[in-house]
């Protein structure tokens, strides 16, 4: 069994920032890649930032230059460090991980439960 769990989001101004976290607990044998999809009402879920294991990182065209995410394996925690923050910014913030239990088992992806990201203008 595999627990994720964000903390972080609210609301503040543009131009504002914000701190997001995700931890994974449980039955972890290794994690591979992580990542922060935004959903907004009417939309899909879409990908905001990604950052695999070897720590290359990948990052959505509207939030480069503004958003930088970054993991410590040693906690199994992934953050996403918001800066610049724009209205259009606003939604939930889900992660996602991709976990093996065991040595023998392929990744599985687990979500965590989102968090409310109000940016104002």
């Known amino acids: 069994q595999v627990q994720v769990v964000e ?4 609301l503040v101004q543009a131009g ?11 039955s972890i044998f290794s994690i591979g890649a992580m990542g922060w999809y935004r959903q907004t009402p009417g ?5 905001v930032a990604t950052i695999v294991s070897g720590g290359s990182t990948g990052y959505a065209d509207s939030v480069k230059g503004r958003f930088t995410i970054s993991r410590d394996n040693a ?5 996403l460090q918001m800066n610049s923050l ?36």
Request: hydrophobic fraction near 25%; charged fraction near 15%; include cysteine.
């Open 7 to 10: 903390s972080g989001g609210g």
């Open 16 to 26: 504002g920032s914000l701190r997001l976290s995700c931890a994974a607990s449980g």
């Open 43 to 47: 939309k899909q879920r879409e990908l």
């Open 75 to 79: 906690k199994n925690t992934v953050y």
């Open 86 to 121: 724009k209205p259009e910014d606003t939604g939930v913030y889900y992660c996602n991980v991709a976990v093996r239990s065991t040595p023998n088992t392929v990744a599985r992806n687990y979500w965590g439960q989102g968090s409310q990201v109000t940016v104002s203008s």
